[in-house]
């Protein structure tokens, strides 16, 4: 159905966007790249600069229907890549350790299947989204006054998976990522001479207690039911230097829970111990939230229909029994309709997502235009 030539170009183009990663919110290149790959295609209707860079073509059918949204991420990460690859990162301490260069891929094969053959009723929209990484890309396109010109009825997502054989189609009905949302929270005292402590106000002592209270509370999350997690992630003190008693001190959590109101009572019990801590040594404190991911709830009805794809394409399948502890920002598209976010297996001894020497497979493009060719025309052929 593919041809191999065009399975080639693809896989030029995986490289040539592997080679040049961007971080979230920066994926001006990569969005050029891809339009520039796409140029020759006459979609219905082009929309740039979504939330950022992202970008959206939009195929119409021959009568009315459903809008259905197939969605890709673009962005890289702030790691340097391990690698002999021909195509490296040339971005130090930059690179596509994610996949998102082969998710992009795999919607540009699909966005020249869909040129050459429309959809019968309704609407596609293929959607290259910034900022993934950061949980902020899918609501930046969302409050974009733009997104009304695409907002969906149904909305599909793909993710590679290392850990699961090559090709496997990795399912879940309801859950299937985790919400998450870190925390900064900050302690102002004042700094002193290190030789007369006594006349500033050190936060070292709230600092640690409330280390060692986050870890307590970890150990007490980790024996209820619910799947609750706590990830202490960074803590500074002061500066650097031997003459100065500090007068600041900061603690960053992560919370992960499979249900988005659990999420918000766990940081509320975060931020009453780091109350408690600088109410007892009279400091200011001051707390933000960042990167929140809303849980990805998949609807089970379009579970089945990738289902039946992934059996057309001679593909194994793979229920999950339980939902993925990471978190991924399309749980936003929920919000206006059913969605299906799966998994797409990149092997099982592949290196794992963010490690320093993943490289998304090759192999797997085809699959995923084939995955998604076949879910819309099940939708979208009368
Ligand atoms: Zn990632
Ligand atoms: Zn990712």
Not at 3 to 14: C, G
Not at 17 to 24: D, G, I, R, V
Not at 202 to 230: G, H, I, N, Y
Not at 245 to 264: H, M, Y
């Amino acid at each position: 159905m593919i041809a191999n030539k065009e399975i080639e170009k693809l896989i030029q183009l995986r490289h040539n966007l592997h080679a040049n990663p961007e971080l979230s919110g920066q994926e001006n290149q990569t969005a050029k790249q891809l339009i520039n790959f796409l140029k020759t295609l006459k979609p219905d209707q082009i929309i740039q600069g979504l939330g950022g860079n992202g970008f959206a073509l939009v195929f119409r059918g021959k009568t009315k229907g459903k809008r259905i949204l197939f969605r890709a991420d673009m962005d890289a990460l702030p790691i340097q890549e391990k690698s002999e690859l021909s195509y490296s990162s040339k971005n130090a301490g930059v690179a596509h350790l994610c996949g998102h260069d082969g998710h992009s891929t795999i919607l540009a094969g699909f966005a020249r299947l869909l040129n050459e053959k429309r959809p019968e009723k309704g609407e596609v929209v293929l959607l290259f989204q910034p900022a993934e990484e950061t949980g902020q890309g899918a609501l930046q396109v969302i409050n974009d006054p733009k997104f009304e010109r695409i907002k969906p009825d149904i909305a599909f997502a793909l993710h590679n998976l290392p850990g699961f054989e090559q090709h496997t189609v990795v399912l879940r009905e309801q859950t299937f990522a985790a919400a998450s949302v870190g925390i900064k929270i900050r302690f102002t005292g004042r700094t002193a001479h290190a030789s007369q402590p006594e006349t500033g106000l050190s936060p070292a002592t709230a600092l640690a207690r409330l280390m060692l209270q986050l870890e307590q509370l970890k150990k007490q999350w980790e024996a209820e039911k619910d799947f609750k997690l706590l990830t202490i992630t960074h803590a500074k003190l002061g500066k650097e230097a031997f003459g100065t008693a500090p007068g600041e001190a900061f603690c960053w959590i992560t919370i992960r829970s499979f249900k988005d109101e659990t999420l918000d009572d766990m940081q509320q019990q975060c931020l009453e111990l780091a109350k408690i801590n600088a109410e007892e040594n009279q400091l200011e404190i001051h707390s933000s939230s960042h990167e929140p991911f809303a849980a990805t709830v998949n609807d089970p009805q379009l579970t089945k229909i990738v289902e039946k794809a992934a059996i057309q394409n001679h593909l194994q399948t793979h229920y999950l029994a339980i939902p993925f502890k990471w978190s991924e920002d399309f749980g936003q598209f929920g919000s206006f309709g059913p969605i299906a976010l799966f998994g797409l297996g990149s092997g099982k001894n592949h290196p794992a997502l963010h490690n320093p020497d993943f490289d998304f497979p090759d192999e797997l493009i085809p699959t995923g235009i084939k995955l998604f060719d076949s879910i819309c025309r099940e939708i979208t052929d009368l």
